[in-house]
């Protein structure tokens, strides 16, 4: 049932099934000894099956049910089982969900020959996909006033897989953003970065919840960004812009790519400059992801990347005067800035910062910005990590008082173990940690 049929119907491999039945969990516990009732309220059983090499599998289904009574803009406090299955699917969100396969044709063998499968569809789900258009089950207005999270949900779907919302659906959706605002910005966070992940334009999303009234709810920030003109460099304002940064982001720089610019229409010169964008824009990203509820690492991380965004690697480029080419020699890392770049994105970032930055530039035609500048970067980097790892044990990122923290005995000891580090550094650059080093050191020191 459900998604599992609407993945097939578009050719999409499915990674999970919905199995729903007329029996009673009772009746389930006693077909299957070593079922466990989860949601006894929900009559869901997690039956233990084997596969026909033997290996155990966990398979859930769920008796048929009506649900009413809905509170909290999200759960149902009356459930009722009912033994038809019309009433179970007509409670689903949208019409390609609420299809189903009685599973009465598949033989001993558990195969299905194609001439026997017929999919059950009473709300015309197949016509939907074929028409790529996301339609909400019966009444739109009820299905949202019943759970707040489906407005968020018709938005990823649309986005996932390109398809429009049925008018009717999205005025509905429109009108239930009172529901909308009741569910709990954990689950909010979850259906907003399944949609920036698996969308190939989130930006179909994204706008979608602008258009309906969702983006409010809990990113208002990046609303001040529509019709802010970037007057330099750039083909979009500030909001589209963001958008289309986060539609050719890597997976890792999805978030912050939509955020990058967030705080340009709070530091609008009104000449094209917007000075300090990207330290006011880190406080803000780690406001609004404090707010979402995501883990701290999660926040600095993006917080990080965000307020090093603008990063200017100065080199020498084809058809400079002399005088120019003088100015960036002058003006050329040393080693020293190198490694406080380094120190102040932090190693474990750096990859991800190229990828923002080279998705902040590729998102915009009228951009100054030419790749070689990361590419020379990166080569430089390489050279003064080299450097550093070919010097001393004094350039380890641990140092004695730090193995004696770990139990390592104060003596021969310690500078024996600092020599074996060093020598796992020459051969491997990226050791040169300090958790990395810590773990190697209890290994070394048996500690």
Known sequence: MGGALRDVAIKKEPHDYDLATNALPDEMLNLFPKAVSTGAKFGTVIALVQDSVGETHEVEVTTYRSESGYVDGRWPS???????????????????????????????????????????????????????????????????????????????????????????????????????SMVSMERIRDEFMKMLIGSAKPSVGIELMRQSGLLSIFMPELLEGVDIEQKLFHAHD????????????????KLPALLHDIAKPRTDMGNGHFYGHDSMGADMASDIMKRMKFPQSEIHRVSVLIKNHMFYYPHIKEG?????????????????????????????????????????????????????????????????????????????KVTGEDLVSLGIPMGPKVGLVLKELLELVVENPLLNTKDDLLREARRLGNV
């Open 78 to 180: 009356d459930v009722k089982f009912v033994d038809d299955i019309d009433k179970d699917l007509g409670r689903r969100d949208f019409t390609f969900n609420a299809m189903a396969l009685d599973m009465s044709v598949l033989n001993l063998e558990g195969e299905i020959s194609e001439f026997q499968v017929e999919i059950y569809d009473p709300f015309n789900g197949l016509k939907d996909i074929e028409d790529k258009v996301v339609r909400a089950v019966g009444t739109p207005l009820k299905r949202f006033q019943e759970d707040g999270l489906r407005a968020f949900k018709a938005c990823r779907m649309a986005s996932q897989l390109g398809f429009n919302i049925e008018p009717q659906t999205f005025e509905a959706m429109k009108q239930s953003i009172p529901v909308a």
């Open 238 to 253: 500030v909001y589209w812009h963001s958008l289309k940064t986060c539609d050719v982001a890597h997976d890792s720089v």
């Open 320 to 396: 400079m005067s002399d005088e120019e080419r003088e100015n960036i020699m002058i003006h050329e890392w040393t080693d020293a800035a190198v490694r406080r770049f380094i120190q102040r994105v932090g190693e474990e970032n750096i990859e991800d910062l190229f990828k923002l930055r080279m998705a902040d530039a590729q998102s915009n035609p009228s951009t100054a910005f030419k790749p070689e500048e990361i590419t020379l970067l990166q080569r430089r980097i390489s050279e003064v990590r080299m450097k550093d790892m070919a010097l001393k044990v004094t350039d380890l």
